[in-house]
C-alpha cells in the first residue's frame, strides 16, 4: 500500500515568489493535515481537513497561505509571496478519521521549502 | 493550551546500553500521549500511543513508554540500542479541551555510538 505522496521533495525559491505543495494521502483516510517544521523543533499543525472541509485554520497565516481539498483527497497548500521566514518543511500526513478519536497519523516525507 | 518538553535535545549513549527519553506535558483531565520516530529526510512515523488502560505501552522496535499521570510524563525507554535507532523522537500530546489537536515537543536527538 502506497504511503503520503508529497512533491516536490525540496523547493529553493526567491522571496516574494509563490510556491505550492502537493499531498496525496493513504487511500480511504478522510483526515489530512498540514504541518510546518522548523529546524530543530516539532511540527506545527497548519491545517486539518475532515473530507473537504477545513476544520481547525486555526495556525494558518491567512494572509499569504492557503489551502484547497477540493474533491477530499489529495490537497494543495500555498504560500504567496513567500518570506524568508517560511523556510522550513512542510508535511503532509492522513488517518483514516480525526475529530474526537485517535487515529494514528500517517505522514509524508515533506517538503523543504528553502526561501532566498 | 497544552504543551510538550522534551528535555534533552540531545541523547548520545552506546550501542547495546540502555536509553531512557524524557517527555512531560502540562496537565489536563485526560490525555492521549505518542511518541514518533523521523529517520532523516524522512517523515514522523508512530512508535507507540498511550490511550487509556495500562500505563506501560509497547511500541515498534522494542521501545515502551509508562504513563505517569502523577509526575505528568510519558518517557520512552529501550533496553538495548541499536546503530539503527540513531534518529529524531517526538513525543506529542492531544485532549479533548485542545480539539484533539496533536502538539509535537521539539524532539531528542538520539545518537547512538558504536
Known amino acids: 500500500e502506497a504511503g503520503v505522496v508529497q512533491s516536490p521533495r525540496y523547493k529553493i525559491i526567491e522571496k516574494k515568489q509563490p510556491v505550492a505543495f502537493w499531498c496525496n494521502p493513504i487511500s480511504g483516510h478522510n483526515t489530512l493535515y498540514w504541518y510546518r517544521q522548523n529546524l530543530g523543533q516539532g511540527p506545527e499543525l497548519l491545517i486539518r481537513y475532515e473530507n473537504e472541509e477545513a476544520v481547525d485554520d486555526s495556525q494558518l497565516p491567512k494572509d499569504r497561505f492557503s489551502a484547497e481539498r477540493l474533491k477530499g483527497v489529495d490537497s494543495t497548500l500555498k504560500i504567496q509571496p513567500a518570506e524568508l521566514g517560511d523556510s522550513a518543511v512542510y508535511l503532509c500526513a492522513s488517518s483514516l478519521s480525526g475529530t474526537g478519536n485517535t487515529d494514528t497519523q500517517y505522514f509524508g516525507p515533506g517538503t523543504r521549502l528553502t526561501v532566498l | 493550551a497544552q504543551s510538550v518538553t522534551q528535555l534533552d535535545s540531545q541523547v548520545p549513549v552506546f550501542e547495546e546500553a540502555p536509553v531512557e527519553l524524557r517527555c512531560n506535558y502540562s496537565?489536563?483531565?485526560?490525555?492521549?500521549l505518542f511518541w514518533y520516530v523521523q529517520y532523516p529526510n524522512q517523515g514522523l512515523q508512530l512508535l507507540l500511543k498511550y490511550l487509556s488502560g495500562s500505563t506501560l505501552v509497547k511500541g515498534i522496535n522494542g521501545f515502551e513508554a509508562e504513563f505517569n499521570k502523577s509526575q505528568t510524563s510519558f518517557h520512552l525507554r529501550k533496553p538495548s540500542v541499536h546503530i539503527s535507532d540513531t534518529a529524531e523522537y517526538f513525543c506529542?500530546?492531544?485532549?479533548?479541551?485542545?480539539?484533539?489537536?496533536?502538539?509535537f515537543g521539539a524532539g531528542t536527538r538520539l545518537f547512538v555510538k558504536a
Open positions: 496537565s489536563s483531565v485526560s490525555v492521549y
Open positions: 506529542a500530546v492531544s485532549d479533548r479541551d485542545g480539539g484533539f489537536k496533536t502538539i
